[in-house]
């Protein structure tokens, strides 16, 4: 265990010498093989220029993070009962990168008379989402070992933990990777907000799990960061590719999964403020329009735009958010100290 952070963080800057080393070549290739984003042409005349752009960038960080964790862990995989624990966040990654992927190319090549920037059909990602979030749920209710703290809840500042029965924990796990996944998607707008804001995220919850001696969650986790900020090098502004919900949705799922696998998921509103507020602000905005029948609450959501329409620039608006999502995270690793 007193190794275990070292090797962490060494796999974490492999991860990014890595990533930066294969992010040009990629970019080329998703370039001549025209992976464009499609922009919505409601957005700013700003966003409107980044038509084109390479997307489906998620690729870069996924798969050298499968690698990466399974190359790390194979003894374990092999020969320890702790393979599943080890499996289970990197099916979430995969599934849902596959999920991101099938709607990014949808998007861009097989939009076929849907609007702009379109991809898979709202329910059609929801059921898939639900689907996935369930086979991890049952694998964590139902598995014997191997996930210590998932079944608890851990209340913050009170210092006890609750247990809970399995239909509920299910319920709880399927609304948290299915939330997380949406959040962090609704996150994804900008150059840089998203991969910046869920490293932090990633950081936060790697303390976590190395103070309750999880040094597979903690592998993880800095590898993803890593990972991310390999990727942030070729989306900080002005973006060379984005990560599409190949990227979005895998990232927010994975680190919904990883809250679960801490009991620390009470903690995600606030280690994950700015994405929460993301998705509440896209909530607020659809339940407002259709109650007063054509009025808005913000000027537009996600709640970037709404700052982006008030006049904010957008770095400004990445460098605030990362600011307020770097400062939750270090609350949020203070509230499971207490």
């Not at 500042?157 to 709880?172: E, T």
């Amino acid at each position: 265990m007193d190794n275990g952070l070292p090797i962490a963080l060494t796999f974490g800057v492999l991860a990014f010498l890595l990533g930066v080393i294969w992010g040009g070549p990629f970019v080329e290739v998703l370039r001549r093989l025209k992976v464009g984003k499609q922009i919505r042409v409601e957005l700013a005349e700003g966003h409107q220029k980044k038509a084109g752009t390479p997307t489906m960038g998620g690729i870069m960080i996924v798969v050298p993070v499968i690698v990466l964790v399974i190359a790390l862990n194979l003894v374990s995989l092999v020969r320890e009962v702790t393979g599943p624990s080890i499996l289970l966040p990197l099916f979430v990654l995969f599934g849902f990168a596959v999920l991101g992927a099938v709607d990014d190319w949808e998007g861009i090549i097989r939009s076929r008379g849907r609007p702009i920037g379109e991809g898979l059909s709202g329910r059609a990602k929801f059921a898939g989402q639900v689907v996935l979030a369930t086979i991890a749920a049952l694998i964590i209710a139902l598995y014997d070992g191997g996930f210590q703290f998932a079944n608890e809840m851990f209340v913050p500042l009170l210092g006890f933990s609750i247990p809970l029965a399995p239909p509920l924990f299910i319920v709880i796990t399927v609304f948290i990777i299915v939330g997380t996944s949406n959040a962090l998607n609704f996150t994804d707008g900008m150059d840089g907000l998203a991969g910046i804001i869920t490293a932090s995220a990633f950081a936060a919850y790697g303390i976590i799990a190395f103070l309750q001696g999880q040094i597979f969650l903690v592998q993880l986790c800095f590898i993803l960061v890593g990972a991310c900020f390999a990727f942030l090098w070729y989306n900080a502004h002005p973006a060379q590719m984005f990560m599409g919900d190949t990227g979005s949705l895998a990232l927010g799922a994975t680190l919904g999964t990883v809250a679960v696998m801490t009991g620390q998921w009470l903690l995600l509103p606030v280690i994950a403020i700015v994405p929460v507020a993301e998705i509440i602000s896209v909530i607020l905005q659809v339940t407002y329009f259709r109650t007063t029948k054509g009025q808005r609450l913000f000027r537009m959501a996600p709640l970037h735009h709404h700052f982006e329409l008030l006049g904010w620039s957008e770095t400004q608006i990445v460098q605030r958010f990362w600011l307020v999502g770097l400062l939750s995270a270090m609350v949020g690793v203070a509230l499971a100290l207490v």
